[in-house]
């Protein structure tokens, strides 16, 4: 039995962050029902395509494990439809734009008197206030979360990242949300309202950016290289690239072979425990009793100093190198490794981070697994679905309807003709 097993989840999602939080709800047990427009579906099955007429990498690798049927909610018969999915769900999710739903007609009122115990979750760009109406995608959300001012080089404009914080992110914050308002109905029977704001999702990620912005107040930030620089402090945190910025400073350096391989880096991590150890391996023994060096305080205004140092010593070394040497000592480091370099690493496909897919009109391709691992509910991968390959399913065997209601509804152009005609 899986953890989730049991739940129905009525999946309006669409793009990123809302799949992102129903595909791991699905590898969780959860039956999952994407419902998608008829004829058109998600949006990203035809984006990014790499295949001619198949449903893109961007689609498949957020649609695991889910059921697909189309059903028109803006039509009449489709909204019947879509009033007894909401009667048998669990729990509804939904990322369209603000009041998308409301305007079909289904406002959190009006689900309420369908299904009191309906659990609504929503991600949206912004929380309540002056944004609330505004679109949003990743890139906005990282700007306007706090992420891209404090991301880059000082002398640099503000940069956005790769990690999919804004929806991904906020996805993640979603199925979260959903979880606990399952547990919360066990005791009081009701369903509620869940949301959760991508700005809010991305400053949540950047709480450590906040924390800068009031100790500033209370003078310079030590832990950032522009302190030892001399460079003034403004009002707002800074960025401060690639430096860690926390109680134990870190920087990417340079590794053997960096003028070929735009990936022959590595983190690297000055912890204060292991000091003794960076000394004797970087060969500045003396820094060890050097009262300019040999405490964190003293060395602060000299991270350039030492991080040239230590980079001096990792420069002689591959990055692979520099962990073997590292990690028996303790000393924190890590490779910066490429998309590459994680997709072809056996211990990621291993535990099932990395996984290989079938998918009938793509053939073989390469996914992201289930990062959370439960011991007692593991998560297979399989592949996502077509555009409305279980309408029929759904239909009959989950909403009772019969054959002949079935084909009502094709001709009535309440669900898509050809997909529900396909299973
Ligand atoms: N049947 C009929 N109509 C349907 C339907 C169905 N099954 N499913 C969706 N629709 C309609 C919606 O009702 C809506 O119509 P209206 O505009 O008439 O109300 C429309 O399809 C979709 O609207 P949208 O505005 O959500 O889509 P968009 O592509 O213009 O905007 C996005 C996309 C992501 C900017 C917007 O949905 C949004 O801001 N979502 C919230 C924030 C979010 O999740 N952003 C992250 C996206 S991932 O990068």
């Not at 009031?214 to 690239?241: M, V, W």
Request: charged residues 25%.
């Amino acid at each position: 039995m899986k953890a989730l097993e049991g739940v129905r989840i009525l999946d309006m999602t669409h793009v990123q962050s809302g799949p992102t939080c129903t595909q791991l709800l699905a590898w969780f047990g959860a039956d999952v029902i994407k419902v998608e427009r008829p004829g058109v579906g998600d949006a990203t099955r035809g984006q990014l395509r790499d295949v001619p007429d198949a449903d893109s990498l961007y689609f498949t690798m957020l649609n695991h494990n889910k059921r697909s049927m189309t059903l028109n909610t803006k039509d009449e018969k489709g909204k019947e439809v879509f009033t007894r999915l909401i009667e048998t769900c669990d729990v509804m999710v939904e990322n369209f734009a603000p009041g998308a739903l409301d305007r079909m007609g289904f406002s959190w009122e009006r689900i309420q008197e369908i299904n009191p115990r309906m659990i609504y979750a929503s991600v949206k760009g912004f929380g309540p206030g002056p944004y609330s109406e505004c679109k949003v995608y990743e890139n906005v959300a990282q700007c306007a979360g706090g992420a891209a001012s404090t991301t880059g080089f000082l002398d640099g404009p503000p940069l956005v990242t790769g990690a999919q914080i804004g929806d991904s992110g906020t996805g993640l914050h979603l199925a979260l949300g959903i979880v606990t308002a399952l547990y919360q109905r066990e005791h009081s029977g009701r369903g509620q309202r869940v949301l959760a704001s991508m700005q809010d999702g991305v400053l949540n990620l950047c709480r450590v950016k906040l924390r800068d912005q009031q100790r500033l107040a209370h003078g310079p930030l030590k832990e950032y290289s522009q302190f030892g620089e001399g460079i003034p402090f403004a009002d707002a945190t800074p960025r401060a690239g690639n430096d860690s910025g926390g109680g134990q400073p870190g920087r990417i350096l340079k590794c053997k072979g960096w003028e070929q391989d735009a990936n022959a880096y590595t983190y690297f991590i000055t912890q204060a425990a292991v000091w003794e150890k960076i000394c004797d391996v970087i060969g500045r023994p003396e820094w060890k009793e050097d009262p300019d060096f040999a405490t964190p305080p003293a060395r602060l205004p000299r991270l350039n100093e030492v991080f040239e140092a230590i980079e001096h010593w990792t420069m002689t070394k591959t990055k692979y190198e520099v962990m073997e040497i590292c990690n028996p000592l303790d000393i924190p480091v890590g490779p910066i490794l490429s998309m590459q370099e994680l997709s072809e690493e056996p211990s990621l496909r291993e535990t099932g981070t990395i996984v290989e897919v079938d998918h009938p009109t793509r053939g073989k391709y390469l996914t992201v697994g289930n990062p959370v691992k439960l011991s007692d509910s593991p998560s297979e991968v399989s592949r996502s679905p077509l555009l409305g390959e279980h309408t029929r399913e759904i239909l009959q065997d989950v909403l009772g309807y019969s054959e002949e209601e079935v084909s009502g509804l094709r001709e009535a152009g309440a669900v898509g003709r050809e997909d529900c005609a396909t299973t």
